[in-house]
C-alpha cells in the first residue's frame, strides 16, 4: 500500500473514462488492508532520499513525531505535518512522502516505513523583488547560500534601492534544531536614508546579533552620520549634524492572534519594545520604552471593528540631549491620518524634530464595497473604511513627574476623521485612499485636508 502526500489538484486531468467503464477488481491483500484502516500501526523505519550536503541529525527532531503515530490516518497527518517543517528549514526545493508497509526480517504485521523523498536548494541562489515600506517602496537584489554548514544554516546578502533609503547588509542565520522559531543571527549592514519632513540625512554603519526565541534579544554597534538634507535646513538639524556611535541593548516581544497581519477580521496584536544605549559603549544614552497594541472583532454583514493604540517614551540618561534620530515621529496616512508625513510635534524653522514621548489611537470600521462588486474574487480585497484618529507627541522635563507627563500629552490633541477605500495587497501590505478631515491641528503642525494616499505595512 503506497500513500503519497502531496496537495490535491483543484482539477485533475480528463481522462476519458467514467465510472461505470471501471471493472472493479478486489485487492489481493485484504487481510493487510483490514489491518492498516481498522487497527493500531507502528512506523518501523523513516527514512530521508536525496540528501547530500545536508547532516540527518538535524532533521531527527523535524521527523521524531512520526514514531509515535497509533494508526493510519495518524501516520498520515504526522507525516504531513513533519512535510511541512522540513520545508519550513529553507533547505529543500521539494519534499515528497512515501508510506509503504514494513519490509525485511524485522518486520511487523502491521508495521509502517515513511520515506521522505527530498531535493536540496542550489548552494547558491539569487532574488529579485520590489518591497513596500510605510508610504516608500524599493527595489530588492538578494544572494543567498543556503543550508552553508549542512544544518540549514543561511548567509544572505541583500541590497535595496528605495525611494527615501539605500541599504546593503550581510547576515548569517542559524536555527535551533528542532525549534525553528529559535534562532541566532548576526548582521553587517549599512544604511543611508533620507528624512525630508526634518532636511535630514542619515547614514548608518553598524554591526547587530539577534537571539530569536518567544521574545527577540538584540546587541546593536552603530556608527551613525547625519547631515544636511538641503542648504535650507533649520539651525536646530545643523546643530545634530555629525558623528555618533550608538552602542545599546533592546528587547521585544510579540503576542499576535490575528487571522492577518495586513487587514484582521478577528483577534488581537501586543507588541512591547524596550532599548537601553550607552551601558555597553558608545555616546549615546538613552532608555527607549514603546508599544502597540490592537483588537479586532467581527460584526454583522461582514464588518469588523478595531481599535488600535500606541505610545512610546524617550529618557535620555546623563546630561547629554537626546538625538533627533532616536525621537518618536508622528503623522501621515500610516499614523494620525490627515496630517502630513511625521508633521506634529515640536520643528524648527520647518523642519520637524521628533519628540521624546507621544500616543495614538485609533478607531476604525471596516466594510464590504456596497452592492458587493467582484464578491468571491477581486473585489474581497477592497474595503470601505472608515475612521476616527488621535495622538499627541512633545517633549517633556523628566523633573516635572509623571503626572505633569500626563498632562502635557493631553493637552492640545491632534485628531481627524473621515472615509475611504483599502486595498489588500495579499499579506504584504495595504494601501489606502482616503478623504481626511483634520481637527486640533496647532500651529506648525503640516496638515493634508482632503483625499490622502497611503501606502504600507503598519497602519495606526
Known sequence: IYTFLDPLPMQGPELGVQADDLDLVEPEH????????????????????????????????????????????????????????????????QVEVVIDTAEGEDALPNGLDVTFEVKELRRMTGSYN??????????????????????????????????KET????????????????????????????????SLRETDRGISTEISTNHTLKWEGVWRELGCLARTASFAVREESGHSLKSSLSHAMVIDTRNSPILPKRGALLKINQELAGYTGGDASFLKEDFEIQLNRRLLWDS????????GMLLAIGDKPTS?????????PTSVRGFSMYSIGPQSEGDYLGGEAYWAGGLHLYTPLPF?????????LFRTHFFLNAGNLCNLNYGEGPRAHLSKLAECIRWSYGAGIVLRLGNIARLELNYCIPMGVQSGDRICDGVQFGAGIRFL
Do not use: C
Not at 540528501?51 to 495518524?74: S, W
Not at 548567509?155 to 534601492?161: G, K
Open 130 to 163: 520590489t518591497m513596500v515600506g510605510n508610504n516608500e517602496g524599493s527595489m530588492v537584489l538578494g544572494l543567498k547560500l543556503p543550508n552553508v554548514f549542512g544544518r540549514a544554516e543561511k548567509l544572505t546578502f541583500q541590497f535595496s534601492y528605495g525611494t
Open 304 to 311: 469588523v471593528l478595531s481599535a488600535s493604540l500606541w505610545g
Open 372 to 380: 458587493r462588486p467582484g464578491r468571491g474574487g477581486f473585489g474581497d
Open 167 to 198: 541599504s546593503y547588509g550581510l547576515s548569517f542565520f542559524k536555527p535551533q534544531p528542532g525549534h525553528f522559531e529559535r534562532n541566532f543571527s548576526i548582521n553587517l549592514y549599512k544604511v543611508t536614508g533620507q528624512f525630508p519632513w526634518s
Open 30 to 93: 485484504e487481510p493487510q488492508q483490514e489491518v492498516l484502516e481498522n487497527r493500531d500501526v507502528v512506523v518501523q523505519h523513516v527514512h530521508i532520499d536525496g540528501l547530500g550536503r545536508t547532516k540527518e541529525d538535524v532533521l531527527t527532531y523535524e521527523i521524531a513525531d512520526v514514531f509515535r503515530a497509533k494508526n493510519l490516518i495518524d501516520v498520515m497527518k504526522k507525516s504531513h505535518d513533519a512535510r511541512q517543517k522540513l520545508l519550513r528549514l529553507g533547505i529543500f526545493r
Open 324 to 332: 533627533i534620530a532616536d525621537r518618536f515621529y508622528l503623522g501621515g
